[in-house]
T-cell receptor, first 112, second 114 residues
Framework: QKEVEQDPGPLSVPEGAIVSLNCTYS??????FMWYRQYSRKGPELLMYTYSSGNKEDGRFTAQVDKSSKYISLFIRDSQPSDSATYLC????????????WGLGTSLAVNP | DSGVTQTPKHLITATGQRVTLRCSPRSGDLSVYWYQQSLDQGLQFLIQ???????AKGNILERFSAQQFPDLHSELNLSSLELGDSALYFC?????????????FGEGSRLTVL
């Protein structure tokens, strides 16, 4: 079993929909949680960074961490075709980049 | 544009050969990380350099090696290539050495081994 599980999709939604992307993890020591977005033929770019539990909002994006369930989510409101990308979760217990554990990524297509 | 430059973008080579991938980090970033990305394994951390010194090793094969030069650019050398080495290789940079902070990724080098 992988330390971080992420449904690869693909997920296809109409423009304007609310999108929910999720990762589950097994290591209860994880405290730092990140969401990266990767467009086709590009490198990942950091979207959201959360420490410990709770919610964090940035524009149309909300990151949610439920440590009791070992479950993290990324919500995208009013989704746009420009949100079409692969979304990768990443996490670790030390806030140290070299110890990041990555999900495989979920491919999202937002259709106009 | 992340500010991280990787060359070449694509390369095709044969089994048994050796290739070198090059990375220039963002201006001011001292840490360089190398990752391998494949469909079944996702992003796998290979190695980190900080200001010219090797800082950490991940799942890097003995056939692979890397270095970071005084001007902070880095090279990843892949030798005795096998079909399974076909993947996307990313370089990322960050300001911090041992800590966290945002990783800035290049656009990757796509390696195909035939």
């Amino acid at each position: 079993q992988k330390e971080v599980e992420q449904d690869p999709g693909p997920l296809s939604v109409p423009e304007g929909a609310i999108v929910s992307l999720n990762c589950t993890y097994s290591n209860s020591a994880f405290q730092y949680f990140m969401w990266y977005r990767q467009y086709s033929r590009k490198g990942p770019e950091l979207l959201m960074y959360t420490y410990s539990s709770g919610n964090k909002e940035d524009g149309r994006f909300t990151a949610q961490v439920d440590k009791s369930s070992k479950y993290i989510s990324l919500f995208i409101r009013d989704s746009q075709p420009s949100d079409s990308a692969t979304y990768l979760c990443a996490m670790n217990n030390a806030g140290n980049n070299r110890k990041l554990i990555w999900g495989l990524g979920t491919s999202l297509a937002v259709n106009p | 544009d992340s500010g991280v430059t990787q060359t070449p973008k694509h390369l095709i080579t044969a089994t048994g050969q050796r290739v070198t991938l090059r990375c220039s980090p963002r201006s001011g970033d001292l840490s360089v990380y190398w990752y391998q990305q494949s469909l079944d394994q996702g992003l796998q951390f290979l190695i980190q350099y900080y200001n010219g010194e090797e800082r950490a090793k991940g799942n890097i094969l003995e056939r692979f090696s890397a270095q970071q030069f005084p001007d902070l650019h880095s090279e990843l050398n892949l030798s005795s290539l096998e079909l399974g080495d076909s993947a996307l290789y990313f370089c990322a940079s960050s300001v911090a050495g041992s800590g966290g902070g945002e990783l800035f990724f290049g656009e990757g080098s796509r390696l195909t081994v035939l």
